[in-house]
């Protein structure tokens, strides 16, 4: 079979990456789909410009019968200098895989928190759906990640916030936040993405979908005595 690539070079001559559209090499990269290649994530992305010219280089020249496609075509071509920049922070990757594909990958931005929270007395959002299927229904406080937030209106006139949360066990899609304080809430979901939020869930022929009450920032109760 074919030999595994051995870098992003090798990858560039033996792939036509004009193939592929500048969003799918990024989506790639920064999903950590080229890390055997590179392990700095931030270095290929900001090089990808020099590698699809690179890697139509090498199949122009293939192409022209000047090499094989298999075979030596590029080998002449001078590797592109890459990037010098270093690589994200832990958080900074998981927020790029979060951005490319919608979810989390390699980890959470939460999971420094996971024993901090336990402490305290949080559930998770997997033990919150487990409880809620055995009890039929749950109420429990959860430490999750908040993205798409959303202010909205209901049809009595209520305002209330439709969003995305994730914890390291999972995450739920479209949730309706009705908070008591519409004001301060909005503050702190302003302020950070990282809450503590009290969330009600009931048993809905398996369907998980909790209505949240409160949220707070997550630090506030880490660090609280």
Do not use: C
Not at 19 to 30: A, D, I, P, W, Y
Not at 79 to 98: I, M, Y
Not at 174 to 188: C, H, M, S, T
């Amino acid at each position: 079979g074919d030999k595994p690539f051995v870098n992003v070079f090798d990858f560039s001559r033996r792939v036509d990456l004009r193939q592929f559209g500048k969003r799918s090499l990024e989506t790639l990269v920064r999903s950590g789909a080229l890390d055997e290649l590179d392990r700095n994530r931030k270095r290929v992305l900001e090089s990808l410009d020099a590698l699809v010219a690179y890697s139509a280089a090498v199949f122009d020249q293939s192409n022209s019968d000047q090499g094989s496609l298999f075979g030596d075509a590029g080998e002449d071509l001078p590797e592109p200098r890459p990037a010098t920049v270093d690589d994200w922070l832990p958080n900074e990757r998981l927020e790029e895989e979060q951005a490319a594909i919608g979810f989390y990958l390699s980890g959470h931005p939460l999971d420094d928190y996971a024993v901090a929270l336990k402490l305290k007395g949080m559930l998770t959002l997997a033990e919150l759906r487990e409880k809620a299927e055995r009890d039929d229904g749950a109420v429990g406080r959860v430490g999750v990640i908040v993205s798409g937030l959303q202010e909205r209106k209901s049809s009595r006139g209520t305002k209330f916030f439709r969003m995305n949360i994730s914890d390291p066990t999972g995450q739920v899609t479209g949730i309706a936040l009705f908070p008591e304080n519409f004001d301060e809430v909005r503050r702190v979901l302003e302020s950070t993405s990282q809450v503590i939020m009290s969330l009600e869930a009931r048993s809905n022929e398996g369907q998980f979908d909790p209505v949240g009450r409160s949220a707070v920032p997550v630090d506030r109760v880490v660090t609280a005595g």
